[in-house]
């Protein structure tokens, strides 16, 4: 009985190892899902900033991807460790690198809801002045090119029709 007991302890750390393994290929198969979300928002959209948070979306499913195959790699050494201090650090290795994918997954959902946004923001539905105006002011357009592009928006706010050929302006100018 003793003997079954001292074998727990190690099928359990093997375990734990092997659910912050799958933990963290579930976070890199969602992180990866979110950035191709950024990507076709990024597309839609068609300026840099949207661009800018796929890319970043794209960065994060990588580091997700990475962090899933070090607690695969972790989870494996956990299942063949002979010694109990050798288990319980590749499982401890397998839990960090899932807390790691997780956080890169909060990564590429930020950038792909960045992304959504600013796709949102230049149709008429999804228009709102100041937050198009902060996106032209944080663009690499000359100043009185901002100053222009602001100028059509505000102007064309009111009426839908105008409004859409302003914010399709503004996408191709942003380009």
């Known amino acids: 009985m003793a003997e079954a007991d001292a074998a727990d302890p190690s099928a359990d750390t093997a375990a734990a190892a092997e659910a ?26 068609g300026i840099e900033a949207a661009g800018e948070a796929a890319t970043e979306a794209e960065a994060a499913a990588e580091a997700a991807i990475e962090a899933a ?11 063949s460790a002979a010694a109990p201090a050798a288990e ?11 807390r790691d994918a ?13 992304a959504g946004e ?21 663009s690499a357009l000359s100043e009185p090119q ?9 102007s064309a706010s009111g009426n839908p029709d105008l409004l859409r050929s302003a914010l399709e302006q503004v996408k191709a100018i942003m380009q």
């Open 118 to 138: 600013i796709e949102a923001l230049l149709t008429p539905e999804g228009f709102d002045l100041a937050k198009v105006n902060g996106l032209i002011d944080g």
């Open 69 to 79: 195959d070090r607690a695969a790699d972790a989870a494996a050494t956990a299942d």
């Open 102 to 114: 997780a956080s890169a997954t909060g990564e590429a959902a930020d950038a792909a809801s960045t």
């Open 20 to 45: 912050a393994a799958d933990a963290a290929a579930d976070a890199a198969a969602t992180a990866s899902d979110a950035a191709a979300e950024a990507t076709r928002a990024a597309d839609e959209a």
């Open 88 to 98: 319980e650090a590749a499982a401890e290795e397998a839990a960090e690198a899932a």
């Open 146 to 154: 901002k100053a222009t592009l602001k100028r059509l928006v505000e």
